[in-house]
């Protein structure tokens, strides 16, 4: 019997993955949950299958490894994330699994001087407790004790699910990893984004993941008839954010920055009343972390003042941080020279602008990422698609990958 295609395989287990889903019709599939245990076992099935040991570690991430007989060298991880946002699409992170998984089929027969470990975190997306990247800072040792109070929509917390799911709540991270015991963490990923495609590339290498903050802004004028005061003597505070949302914009065309205004509430909300209250959040993100900090000051700086000039009142609350993460650039040169074999043209480099389990796992060692073309550059949605040709040269490069790391880190 002729042996399936390790694309066409991945392709069909990608469809296959996408059935463990607590959606009608589409895929959602959160932490903790019976779809979470249903593709974890599914992927420990095929990673038996691949000639790997297995097992579940104590925050519920599905691990499989490929043994040495004469390991030399701490272990090599691979891996990426199982779970899906709501309505997500098939490829997010799955893929990411699937080719690790298939990588280490294909090297069966191979020797390696090294442990190498592929890992489905069970969440990166936060989608049931909206705490992200719970599986990989687990195995990071960077997992906080106070996510086990935070509650899901049905007001169960996080170490209830655990304790429900089988696991012990006061084991989780009991396994973490350390540097001494980590070789370095490999992740491929569809790109989320459309330059690959505009560039005609089924790959291209990652230089880094973004630092992002996240704030709430609220916005306090004064609410009033909508015929009778005069546009001059209002304190509107939709137009105080709408100004100020311009200048965001502005702001992030002018700097090397990215910057989304996502959400923006008014009160009350009336067709025949004046806007009393506005609040809008901003997410602004730089792949350098120094130009991160100064954009963010500079931007608060100009809302204040555009408030000021309004007569409005602005408060701030920063929601979320994350550092920006730079790929090792051993990895990144590896990375180049597989890609550049592999598909006969030099490496395409580009930074990531979502975040990834890699930003967590650099707690503990090096990273390099590799990222996979993706159609329009569609993600978090059903119309998420990915080439099986591109699947088929990011497997190629990922096996080429191991394999070089196999001959360089033990010259």
């Not at 060298?73 to 994330?81: E, M, N, V």
């Not at 990166?124 to 705490?131: A, K």
């Not at 120094?290 to 003042?305: C, G, M, N, P």
Request: proline share 3%; glycine share 8%.
């Amino acid at each position: 019997m002729k042996m399936e295609d390790g694309a066409n395989k991945i392709m069909r287990q990608s469809e296959q993955l996408a059935l463990f889903s607590s959606m009608q019709g589409g895929l959602t599939r959160a932490y903790l949950t019976l779809e979470h245990a249903q593709a974890h076992q599914q992927l420990g099935t095929w990673m038996q299958q691949a000639g790997l040991e297995t097992w579940q570690d104590s925050v519920g991430n599905q691990w499989g490894r490929k043994v040495s007989a004469n390991p030399t060298l701490a272990t090599l991880i691979i891996g990426s994330h199982s779970d899906t946002v709501s309505n997500a699409g098939k490829y997010d992170g799955n893929l990411g699994v699937l080719l690790g998984i298939e990588a280490l089929h294909a090297l069966a027969d191979v020797e390696l001087p090294f442990h190498v470990d592929v890992v489905a975190f069970a969440d990166e997306e936060g989608t049931r407790f909206n705490t992200t990247l719970i599986g990989s800072s687990s195995v990071a040792g960077c997992f906080q004790p106070d996510w086990l109070k935070v509650k899901d929509k049905q007001d169960v917390t996080m170490a209830e699910a655990l304790e429900s799911f089988g696991l012990q709540a006061n084991l989780v991270g009991s396994d973490a990893r350390n540097a001494q015991e980590t070789l370095a963490y490999l992740e491929v990923h569809i790109e989320q984004g459309p330059v690959l495609e505009e560039r005609d590339l089924a790959v291209g290498v990652v230089t880094g993941i973004a630092g992002a903050k996240r704030y709430q802004f609220t916005l306090k004028g004064m609410a009033g008839h909508a015929g009778t005061v005069p546009i001059d003597m209002r304190q509107d505070a939709l137009c105080g954010a709408a100004e100020m949302i311009l200048a965001i914009e502005s702001y992030a065309i002018q700097h090397d920055v990215v910057t989304t205004v996502g959400k923006c509430d008014v009160l009350p909300g009336a067709v025949n009343v004046i806007p009393g209250e506005a609040t809008f959040t901003l997410d602004i993100r730089s792949l350098k972390q120094h130009i991160l900090e100064s954009s963010t000051v500079e931007l608060l700086a100009q809302l204040k003042k555009i408030a000021q000039r309004r007569n409005l009142t602005v408060q701030s609350e920063q929601l979320y941080q994350a550092q920006a993460v730079p790929c090792d650039p051993k990895l990144q040169k590896l990375w180049a020279e597989v890609v550049a074999t592999e598909t006969g043209t030099p490496a395409f480099y580009l930074a990531s602008g979502a975040g990834h389990d890699a930003m967590v796992m650099t707690q503990i060692t090096d990273i390099g990422m590799l990222f996979v073309r993706c159609e329009k550059g569609i993600s978090h949605h059903p119309r998420e698609q990915v080439l099986q040709d591109d699947v088929g040269v990011a497997l190629d490069c990922l096996i080429g990958m191991i394999n070089k790391m196999a001959s360089e880190y033990t010259k």
